[in-house]
């Protein structure tokens, strides 16, 4: 959701902000796995109840994320393997993150945090893997009140401020819901290519 509103605008503000990643050519493969680095670091101090640590970790890792394909597309460097890293570094740090998360409160004996860092888990790598499959039939398929901003900016928070278990129980409402949101726009969308193709194949008839 803040993506959608705001992607136009961060290239600008990372240009603005982190000048000196612009003085000479950077490989933005580099960024994003030092930034997939510092965030299962931070899934570890998750793990052993370092939750003020995990939560700067976690935002250190987000700033690299973040920045990765903005140096690509500055120094016109972007290719479909960077792309493909990057997703993928992605789903491997949101599952090691909230994993982390579980493995913390399983130790503590606190089952309901379990279950709620869980439902975080599952539905958020539904919500990916909803996008990816959708998108090798359609062009984009966005959407959703908790994107991987949303989800990673709440954690952070919850680990900083001492609030996780609020957190989880937003986070766990909803990403479920961005589940359903991201089959909806699915069915819609699909359905609306098999209403085209079979109205192009009366056509030819």
């Not at 603005?16 to 899934?43: D, E, H, K, M, Q």
């Not at 700033?63 to 140096?71: I, R, S």
């Not at 399983?106 to 990816?132: D, N, Q």
């Not at 609030?163 to 726009?185: E, S, Y």
């Amino acid at each position: 959701m803040v993506k959608a509103k705001f992607g136009e605008k961060i290239d600008g503000w990372v240009h603005a902000l982190f000048p000196f990643l612009f003085r000479r050519a950077i490989n933005p493969n580099l960024l994003t796995l030092l930034g997939t680095f510092v965030s299962v670091l931070a899934a570890v101090a998750f793990a052993f109840g370092a939750f003020p640590l995990a939560g700067a970790l976690l935002i250190l890792g987000g700033l690299f994320d973040l920045v990765d394909g903005v140096v690509a597309r500055h120094f016109h460097v972007s290719t479909a393997f960077g792309a493909f890293l990057d997703s993928t570094m992605d789903r491997l740090v949101d599952m090691a993150v909230l994993f982390g998360i579980i493995v913390h409160y399983g130790i503590v004996g606190e089952l309901m945090s379990v279950l709620l860092a869980g439902t975080v888990l599952v539905s958020s790598v539904l919500t990916s893997y909803a996008k990816a499959r959708a998108e090798l039939f359609i062009e984009n398929l966005g959407g959703g009140i908790f994107e991987r901003g949303e989800r990673i900016v709440g954690i952070a928070i919850g680990g900083l401020f001492g609030v996780m278990l609020p957190i989880l129980w937003i986070l766990a409402i909803g990403t479920t819901l961005t589940v359903f949101q991201r089959f909806a726009g699915a069915y819609r969308k699909l359905e609306g290519l098999e209403l085209e193709a079979g109205t192009a194949a009366g056509g030819k008839q």
